[in-house]
């Protein structure tokens, strides 16, 4: 080994190591933030309390339905808009094949379609894609429609990815069969969401029949954290999210049943 390959493998190695040092730092669950980025909140106090200020920049999330929508990710699409509409900036949204976002509904989640920029991806190439924008220069957030399995190889070149650019990348992975338990294999994503539809409560005002939309939002994995549940429902325009009043005694540990529904996991006196 020559003398400039010794100076180019130490180069990599520290930067290696400065990246490590700087995670641990976001996400060590008294650490706070350090000079890292400020964490992109969700807009829902409790959990961006939960979550020591909000999810991590530079990192990857992903978004997983429940039962028939795993293979739709309606809901896990319309918590991604959410979160976007609390941030700003650019944002990349790879579709695949038929590419169906829709312009009124990320209005009514507080996105600019103005920020947006499409892109259809055929399966094989959506990872590639995916890789290739969040390296991209002055891209605020990343957002990919994945089917199937997500292996930790592919994950791993994703996370490094967004950490280098600062770019956050969102994952909605989706599966045609319900129980499909490679969505819940390891990956090095910083959390993993799951998002489900609940019983809506009481109609609203001169509504017959109508009620809020009401959701459960589980953390199933927050690395460097704790996995929590909570149930939220969708505000008034722009349609927020906002904590459910629910009767006490609901339990909050989603971690417990990582495939099963909501009814589960969740105990409502």
């Keep these: 080994m020559t003398r400039t390959d010794r100076t180019d493998m130490l180069a990599r190695l520290r930067g290696q190591i400065a990246r490590m040092e700087r995670n641990a730092a976001r996400v060590a669950p008294d650490a706070g933030w350090g000079d890292g980025p400020a964490p992109w909140g969700l807009a829902v106090p409790e959990i961006d309390r939960h979550l020591h ?9 992903e978004v997983i339905g429940q039962g028939g929508d795993m293979t739709l990710a309606v809901l896990p699409a319309r918590f991604v808009a959410h979160v976007l509409g609390v941030g700003d900036g650019p944002v990349v ?17 507080g996105v600019d ?48 990815a ?9 994952l909605i ?10 969505l819940f294999q390891p990956t090095a994503s910083a959390t993993r969401w799951r998002i489900a539809a609940l019983p809506s409560p009481a109609p609203i005002a001169g509504v017959r029949g109508v009620g809020a939309a009401r959701w459960s939002v589980d953390l199933l994995r927050c690395r460097g954290g704790r996995p929590g549940s909570w149930i939220v429902e969708v505000g008034d325009a722009p349609d927020r999210l906002v904590m459910a009043a629910v009767p006490a005694g609901r339990a909050t540990a989603a971690a417990a049943c990582p495939v099963a529904g909501p009814a589960a996991c969740h105990a409502v006196a």
Excluded: K, N
């Excluded at 200020?53 to 999330?61: D, M, P």
């Excluded at 949204?93 to 989640?109: C, E, K, Q, T």
């Excluded at 992975?173 to 490679?182: F, I, L, Q």
């Design 113 to 160: 379609p103005g920020r947006l920029l499409g892109v259809a991806a055929g399966r094989d190439d959506m990872l590639a894609v995916c890789e290739d924008s969040v390296r991209a220069c002055g891209v605020a957030a990343v957002v990919a429609e994945l089917d199937g399995a997500l292996s930790l190889t592919a994950s791993r070149r994703l996370q490094l």
């Design 162 to 170: 967004a950490e280098g650019s600062g770019a956050t990348c969102f």
């Design 93 to 109: 949204w790879i579709g695949g094949g038929l590419f169906d976002l829709h312009a009124d509904g990320l209005v009514r989640a």
């Design 53 to 61: 200020g909000g999810l991590l920049r530079g990192a990857v999330h």
């Design 173 to 182: 992975r989706r599966s045609r069969r319900p129980d499909d338990r490679t």
